[in-house]
């Protein structure tokens, strides 16, 4: 059974950083690429970021909103995903979720993390 536990988000100001974590269990994850979504309130998913198998986060997808100021990465090792977000903006207040796949929508989405941007 696929289990994904974010993990790391908070309260940070603008311009600030957050480092979200996604441990992973259930699977082989050093087989499989792995994805950031997020939930904005009132708003549906949007994906974030999203790196296969073998990549690095220079080979990493990032959607425009986010490019230069996130940075997905993984360590196999651990089954543990990363989302580093830096230059926080409030319009990142969300909800985080990881999902195994790339930017494929899960059948049901973990818990995630809640990440708010305010002064």
């Known amino acids: 059974q696929v289990q994904l536990v974010e993990s790391g988000g908070g309260s940070a100001q603008p311009g600030g950083s957050l480092r979200l974590s996604c441990k992973a269990s259930?699977?082989?994850?050093?087989?499989?690429?792995m994805s950031w979504a997020r939930q904005a309130p009132g708003k549906g998913i949007e994906w974030v970021s999203g790196?296969?198998?073998?990549?690095?986060?220079?080979?990493?997808w990032y959607a425009d909103s986010v490019k230069g100021r996130f940075t997905i990465s993984r360590d196999n090792a651990k089954d543990t995903l990363y989302l580093d977000m830096n230059n926080l903006k409030p319009d990142d207040t969300a909800v985080y979720y990881c999902?195994?796949?790339?930017?494929?929508?899960?059948?049901?989405w973990g818990q995630g993390t809640q990440v708010t941007v305010s002064s």
């Open positions: 999902a195994k796949g790339l930017l494929v929508i899960p059948p049901k």
């Open positions: 259930g699977f082989i994850f050093r087989d499989n690429s």
């Open positions: 790196i296969h198998v073998y990549s690095d986060a220079a080979d990493a």
